[in-house]
């Protein structure tokens, strides 16, 4: 199975991102090319795991079956320390300006991203 980076990272208990090698500039999501100088000389790198809340809501109606057991769940929109956004699960109660760490939970078999708070 060729797992996307992202994922692949995931179920390894690492949280990935693209980096520019050119210039240095951190991607949000997966590109094609660095959004900063036009490079596609993109690689994958470890992120600390840290990083401040930006928007969090929680999710009542499930996008698919496989969600469904979740529901009520909070995803959050994260800036990690290093610059690129992504979005995860959090705990219940997770709010804007919370300072978190990335984490995983396995569901149906397959490890996601969920965000706790930092003490
Ligand atoms: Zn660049």
Known sequence: MNLHPFTEG???????????????APQT???????????ERLAWQQASGQGTVLAASVISRA??????????YTLVLVELA??????????????????????????E???LLRF???A
């Open 10 to 24: 995931l179920a390894q208990g690492q949280l990935r991102y693209q980096c520019c090698e050119d210039c240095g």
């Open 109 to 111: 078999q397959r490890n």
């Open 63 to 72: 996008p698919s079956d496989a969600f469904r057991p979740l529901v009520p």
């Open 116 to 118: 706790a708070p930092t």
């Open 82 to 107: 290093e610059g690129p956004r992504v979005v995860g699960h959090a705990l219940p109660g997770t709010a804007i300006g919370d300072r978190v760490r990335a984490g995983t939970f396995a569901h």
């Open 29 to 39: 999501l997966s590109r094609l090319a660095c959004t900063a100088c036009g490079s």
